[in-house]
């Protein structure tokens, strides 16, 4: 309201500038006796007019102080209304809270305690089940010790068993008769065969090739186990000591060189023997050993004509030994078979010229027949004028009767 009043005040005082300047023209323009009156008749009417004015500002004034304290006293209690509608939804607001606050709490409370008894049952069997997972482990490991102490008990009673050369070597042999009952059909080999008339070596096993021929020839197989060197070999791998184990290897191979030396010049004795003979040893492990060293097996096979084979190569080649004893049991089924066609051509061809002959007599007999027919008519003719019948009168009832006669005698 003060910008009003200072607005309407303005106005007033443009006005009296204008009316001033209007005046000031006109008493320039009629300078004379009327001038004076018209000034002092303004005057008055300006007098006249601030004095309306001077009322007109007090009136709007006091207006506009009503208006002031009537804007007053509602915006106090426009602001009490709203300090009591605040303070009101702060308590709706507090006591929300508060009882969002108890219910989350006993919310709370009732989810810890189903957590607490399920994690507690949850607990409980896993602690139960880990502990019987622990007993049975434990159980376990109670029979696993006892194994590897029978085991243990065992090795040493099988190193304390290989110690001695004789029961090595009849290990070996076992095993090798095992391998031989198992692949060979029964007779195809001999053991402890002697090789030469009158000599005293003889070799573990002979197995038959399967050749026709009156004395088949033989293949020598010896089984040998060297296990000092194989040993000393597997104590230096286990030692990572390289040069014990190159020592270990040069040993091995010069000892598997001696015995093959040996079983070509006991067991190879052509034509009673094949050309090559079989160095057995009784373990794949041995095997393994000799075959990575660079070139021995390739040395041995050809400087003495000897096989290195191991329990995993050896049935193999049984096999095929075998199955040469299956084709010469097919040729020798064939041959039989091929004497019985030429037997049953042979009989096919009696049995065509005694076709032949009963084709022939068959014929003598139909001739016989025909003949035996002719002479019953000329005998029926005969009958038939002893019975007072003419002959000549009924030919063709003869000849139709002798001819229904010869077609039943034909059918039947």
């Given at each position: 309201?003060?910008?009003?009043?200072?607005?309407?005040?303005?106005?007033?005082?443009?006005?009296?500038?204008?009316?001033?300047?209007?005046?000031?023209?006109?008493?320039?323009?009629?300078?004379?006796a009327d001038?004076?009156?018209?000034?002092?008749?303004?005057?008055?009417?300006m007098?006249?007019?601030?004095a309306?004015?001077?009322?007109?500002?007090?009136?709007?004034?006091?207006?506009?102080?009503?208006?002031?304290?009537?804007?007053a006293?509602?915006?106090?209690?426009?602001?009490?209304s709203?300090t009591?509608?605040?303070?009101?939804a702060?308590?709706?607001q507090?006591?929300?809270?508060?009882?969002?606050?108890?219910?989350?709490?006993?919310?709370?409370?009732a989810?810890?305690?189903?957590?607490?008894?399920?994690l507690?049952?949850?607990?409980?069997?896993?602690m139960?089940?880990?502990?019987q997972?622990?007993l049975?482990?434990?159980?376990?490991?109670?029979?696993?010790?006892?194994?590897?102490?029978?085991?243990?008990?065992?090795i040493?009673?099988?190193?304390?068993?290989?110690?001695n050369?004789?029961?090595r070597?009849?290990?070996?042999?076992?095993?090798?008769?095992?391998?031989?009952d198992?692949?060979?059909?029964?007779?195809?080999?001999?053991?402890?065969?002697r090789?030469r008339?009158?000599?005293a070596?003889?070799?573990?096993?002979?197995?038959r090739?399967p050749?026709?021929?009156?004395?088949?020839p033989?293949?020598?197989?010896?089984?040998?186990?060297?296990?000092?060197?194989?040993?000393?070999?597997?104590?230096a791998?286990?030692r990572?000591?390289?040069?014990?184990?190159?020592a270990?290897?040069r040993?091995?191979?010069?000892t598997?060189?001696?015995?093959?030396?040996?079983?070509?010049?006991?067991?190879?004795?052509?034509?009673?023997?094949?050309?090559?003979?079989?160095?057995y040893?009784?373990?794949?492990g041995?095997?393994?050993?000799?075959a990575?060293?660079?070139?021995?097996?390739?040395?041995?096979?050809?400087?003495c004509r000897?096989?290195?084979?191991g329990?995993?190569?050896?049935?193999?080649?049984?096999?095929?030994?075998?199955?040469?004893?299956?084709?010469?049991?097919?040729?020798?089924?064939?041959?039989?078979?091929?004497?019985?066609?030429?037997?049953?051509?042979?009989?096919?061809?009696?049995?065509d010229?005694?076709?032949?002959?009963?084709?022939?007599?068959?014929?003598?007999?139909?001739?016989?027949?025909?003949?035996?027919?002719?002479?019953?008519?000329?005998?029926?003719k005969?009958?038939?004028?002893l019975?007072?019948?003419?002959p000549?009168?009924a030919?063709?009832?003869?000849?139709?009767?002798?001819?229904?006669?010869?077609t039943e005698?034909?059918g039947?």
């Amino acid at each position: 309201m003060d910008g009003l009043g200072a607005g309407v005040w303005g106005l007033v005082a443009l006005a009296v500038i204008a009316i001033v300047a209007a005046l000031v023209l006109l008493a320039r323009r009629g300078r004379g006796a009327d001038g004076g009156d018209l000034l002092a008749r303004v005057y008055v009417m300006m007098e006249r007019d601030s004095a309306a004015r001077l009322a007109d500002g007090e009136a709007q004034r006091t207006r506009l102080d009503q208006f002031r304290a009537e804007t007053a006293d509602r915006l106090g209690a426009m602001a009490q209304s709203l300090t009591r509608d605040l303070a009101e939804a702060r308590v709706r607001q507090s006591e929300a809270l508060r009882e969002m606050a108890e219910t989350s709490a006993r919310q709370l409370d009732a989810i810890r305690a189903t957590v607490d008894e399920r994690l507690h049952e949850a607990v409980e069997r896993q602690m139960q089940t880990s502990f019987q997972r622990v007993l049975e482990q434990f159980t376990a490991m109670q029979k696993a010790m006892g194994e590897v102490s029978a085991m243990t008990a065992q090795i040493g009673d099988l190193k304390r068993l290989f110690s001695n050369v004789k029961t090595r070597g009849g290990w070996g042999e076992a095993q090798l008769r095992a391998i031989l009952d198992d692949v060979l059909p029964p007779g195809a080999y001999e053991a402890n065969c002697r090789l030469r008339e009158g000599s005293a070596e003889v070799v573990e096993f002979a197995v038959r090739m399967p050749v026709r021929a009156t004395t088949p020839p033989l293949l020598a197989i010896d089984s040998k186990f060297p296990t000092e060197a194989y040993e000393r070999l597997l104590d230096a791998v286990d030692r990572v000591d390289a040069e014990a184990e190159r020592a270990a290897r040069r040993a091995l191979e010069t000892t598997l060189k001696i015995e093959a030396r040996k079983i070509a010049a006991k067991y190879i004795v052509p034509p009673v023997t094949v050309e090559f003979a079989v160095l057995y040893l009784p373990t794949d492990g041995l095997y393994a050993e000799i075959a990575r060293i660079p070139g021995l097996v390739d040395e041995i096979g050809r400087t003495c004509r000897v096989m290195i084979m191991g329990p995993g190569l050896l049935p193999a080649m049984l096999r095929t030994i075998h199955l040469g004893y299956v084709t010469m049991a097919l040729e020798e089924r064939t041959d039989g078979i091929a004497r019985l066609l030429g037997a049953t051509r042979q009989e096919m061809l009696r049995m065509d010229g005694v076709l032949e002959r009963l084709a022939r007599n068959a014929s003598a007999m139909s001739s016989s027949i025909d003949e035996a027919r002719r002479r019953t008519r000329v005998v029926a003719k005969q009958l038939r004028g002893l019975d007072g019948i003419d002959p000549d009168a009924a030919p063709a009832m003869d000849e139709g009767a002798a001819e229904r006669g010869e077609t039943e005698f034909n059918g039947a």
